[in-house]
């Protein structure tokens, strides 16, 4: 038995495989410009072997292809010199093949082989390939066909992958830390202190507490879920949609982190993100569903019938976020910053029916061109011009002091209403009896209140996930990265960026 090694082809083989190539195939053999373009090609994994002791003279050699972006791989050739065979040379070739494959997160792989070599059939069979077509007469002159065989590749990350998810879309920077579907860690920073007296979040101001919360925030999760980075199998990280200059601070991070620790990287999309976070509650997320995101950033409706394949925007706001106007209704109220819990207290004993502030797109005929789309600016003008004419009266002694508590709540209920309707209506229309929340509005307590009692009434099944994973935060993240990885999907290259208006249909970039 010869004692051989497999190492990596170099064009310098090419005449030593060429010699083999034409003993093995004859008039069927490559060409030698074909066989150089196979070795020195890009997505070209190519090995020869050689007898121990006699590294120049080559005995075997066996190439594949890989498609990382179809997550393919093709058997491009195969072939060990006659006095080398029946030593079990064609396995081990195959099996560094493999090996590649498997390195490179490939989810197939496929060969031909000739219907009348049974060895190598059998040979192949006993790797877990299977037959999956047959080309007729392939091979000519000999009029033999060619078996179109199939390995299907448990990815080596599939099974539980240890994902680190790093969110920086808008003013939280969080870090999650995830295995499968299992929450390890979620430690988020917030910045929104630092926002408080603007208003509302300033983009430059979050992108600099990004930068200084990462390191301190991401030792907390790996402590909270006591892992050490170097056991992490994935980085997955948003790319959008958000701030340019806050997720560029998380990309880089991510990246980084990458790159040094020679690890997948996975983009992924903040709002799928808020969708896919139900698995860390319920192990799995039932789809189809309609999920309604309603944060400071976004106010989104969605249909989800596939997690990762298939997500679809029925609509969004056309102008202020829901928890914008919160904010921005809190500071015409002269209460505090964020506006949702301040609104939510001066509600309190308030009467949501003293006053009727508009609901935005509606009314018939907006249901065309708007149904699933909402608007929130005419309405915070609405209080604002309410709150403007009281005071007028005030001042002019025509009216003692108008009640806060009661545009708060009549507020609020304007809001919730819209999104609550809008939200029912996707349901009904689409068939889809599920309706999951998420974003930062969500811990309303009308809103919730309303959602449960329309969705009760409609036989909608309502899902809130823990606020803890309503609001941004790296677990959704890291979750979504867990879900790509365990789809076999591949990861995203080192070329993407921030792309502050990533459509909801682009659950992970290239
Ligand atoms: O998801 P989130 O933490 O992310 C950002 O958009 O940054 O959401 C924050 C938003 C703020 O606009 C805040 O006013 C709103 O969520 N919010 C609320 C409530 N708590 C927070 N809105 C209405 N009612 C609440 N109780
Ligand atoms: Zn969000």
Not at 461 to 479: F, Q
Request: charge should be negative.
């Amino acid at each position: 038995m010869t004692d051989f090694t497999i190492r990596k082809a170099r064009e310098s083989d090419l005449d030593e495989i060429m010699r083999i190539e034409n003993a093995c195939f004859g008039s069927d053999a490559w060409s030698v410009q074909n066989m150089r373009d196979e070795l020195i090609g890009e997505q070209r994994f190519y090995v020869v072997a050689h007898a121990r002791g006699s590294a120049d003279k080559l005995i075997a050699y066996a190439g594949l292809a890989i498609s990382s972006a179809t997550s393919q791989g093709d058997i491009q050739t195969i072939a060990v010199s006659e006095n080398s065979r029946g030593q079990g040379l064609g396995r081990a070739l195959m099996n560094s093949l493999l090996a590649e494959a498997q390195s490179k997160s490939l989810t197939e792989v496929f060969l031909e082989v000739r219907a009348d070599n049974q060895k190598a059939e059998a040979l192949y069979r006993s790797l877990g390939f299977e037959q999956i077509d047959v080309r007729k007469r392939y091979y000519q002159p000999d009029d033999v066909d060619a078996l179109v065989m199939r390995l299907t590749l448990a990815s080596s990350l599939s099974a539980e992958p240890l994902v680190l998810g790093i969110e920086s879309s808008c003013d939280e920077t969080g870090i999650g830390i995830v295995r499968g579907n299992t929450l390890l860690a979620n430690v988020i920073s917030s910045s929104m202190q630092l926002h408080a007296r603007f208003g509302g979040v300033v983009p430059e101001v979050a992108a600099r507490a990004h930068l200084e919360a990462l390191r301190p925030t991401m030792q907390e999760a790996l402590s909270e879920a006591k892992v050490s980075l170097s056991e992490i199998d994935a980085i997955a990280v948003t790319n959008g949609p958000g701030l340019a200059g806050a997720l560029m601070v998380g990309i880089g991070a991510a990246k980084a982190l990458a790159i040094s620790l020679d690890k997948p990287i996975y983009a992924v999309n903040h709002l799928v993100g808020h969708v896919g976070v139900d698995v860390l509650e319920r192990g799995t997320l039932e789809t189809p569903t309609i999920a309604l995101l309603v944060s400071g950033g976004h106010t989104s409706l969605l249909l989800v019938r596939d997690l990762i394949n298939d997500v679809e925007l029925l609509g969004e706001t056309i102008d202020d976020a829901a928890g914008e106007a919160f904010d921005k209704v809190s500071r015409l109220l002269g209460l505090g910053y964020p506006g949702g819990p301040e609104i939510d207290r001066a509600a309190e004993g308030g009467n949501p029916q003293a006053l009727r502030f508009p609901r935005a797109l509606t009314l018939p005929k907006d249901m065309d061109k708007h149904r699933y789309d909402f608007s929130f600016s005419g309405l915070k003008t609405a209080v604002a011009r309410h709150v403007e004419v009281a005071q007028a009266k005030i001042e002019a002694g025509e009216a003692a002091e108008f009640s806060v508590a009661d545009v708060a709540a009549s507020f609020r209920e304007a809001v919730v209403d819209v999104l609550i309707g809008k939200a029912i209506n996707a349901c009904v229309d689409h068939g889809v009896m599920r309706l999951l929340l998420g974003g930062g509005v969500v811990a309303n307590r009308r809103l919730r209140e309303l959602a449960q009692q329309r969705c009760d009434e409609k036989g909608i099944e309502l899902r809130i996930p823990a606020l803890s994973l309503c609001t941004d935060n790296g677990a959704m993240i890291a979750a979504l990265g867990a879900q790509l990885i365990m789809a076999g999907r591949s990861p995203s290259s080192l070329n993407f960026g921030a792309d502050s208006t990533l459509s909801v249909t682009t659950v992970q970039s290239p």
